[in-house]
């Protein structure tokens, strides 16, 4: 059976048609002190359970915690976790004296209820480390092509930073066609990033701007607010995750964007691009 997280519905109720393996009931409680219940009543059912949970929030990865324990405890043989996006994944690094590495301190707590484990696009591969249990990456860039016109002038795809210059690559090679480059990106605060553009001569052509993620909208807006200055032609942007917390529509709108698509790792208004072939493509 398919046990979605309150996060990942849609993308649950796809993967469930997609496998033709049934969609679990979940329920939920609140205890009076705020405690979250996630409960699978019908657990018992099923030989293998497949809980697709992003983990967007730290009640998002609580639930998953008790999901996964719901059905062990009723006696699944198999478990599998599919992390559409894992939260906490960034900070993978001790980037400062005292500071966790919270992409191994979840991932470990993750391990312990799984047989394995599949993620989405991470912002590095390397988290799967992390995990006890088998974990893989699945690769769900190329299908960001999927809704660009076919008619895109000289297209140039491009990263907004050099670490995601790779989907850039995998974005035009399932395009058919175009250049790839990228901008250098420096942080200057969780808010705040400063883009260095790179010589590439964007006029009059039409440029795909992806990344991994899209959060605040700093990195996003930054890079198409240097494209617009040089008399770009069209700009799409996308990503794999379209978090967009706080105002980051609102930045990116201001930047001259008009529109902003993903997929439905995170679901959102934007995730119109389904990630479930691509796990299914891994489950059967
Ligand atoms: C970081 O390097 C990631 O690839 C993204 O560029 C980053 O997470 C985007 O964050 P924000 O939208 O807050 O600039």
Known sequence: MIVSGSASQALAAALARELEEPLATVDYDRFPDGELLAAV?????????????????SDAHIEL?????????????????????????????????????????????????????LTVNPHEDAVCEFFEPPAVVIDAAGRLAEPLPDDLVEPVFLSPDAGAVGLAETVRDAYGTGDT?????RRLSGTEVEITPSDVDVAGRDVVVTDDIIATGSTMSEAVA?????????????????????????????????????????????SIVSVAPAIAAKLS
């Open 181 to 185: 480059d990228y901008f250098e990106k």
């Open 226 to 270: 240097v494209l617009q200055a040089r008399a770009v032609g069209r700009v799409f942007v996308t990503c794999v995750h379209p978090l967009l917390a706080s105002n980051a529509v609102t930045k990116l709108s201001q930047a001259g964007v008009e529109s902003i698509y993903g997929t439905d790792t995170i679901e959102r208004e934007s």
């Open 41 to 57: 009543p019908d657990a018992a059912d099923a030989d293998r359970a497949v809980i697709v949970a992003s983990t967007v929030s």
């Open 65 to 117: 915690l008790q999901l996964q324990d719901a059905v062990r405890e009723a006696g699944v043989e198999e478990t599998v976790t599919v992390l559409p996006y894992m939260g906490y994944g960034r900070q993978d690094e001790a980037f400062e004296t005292g500071h966790p590495i919270s992409a191994r301190a979840v991932a470990r707590a993750i391990s312990t209820g799984t047989d394995r484990v």
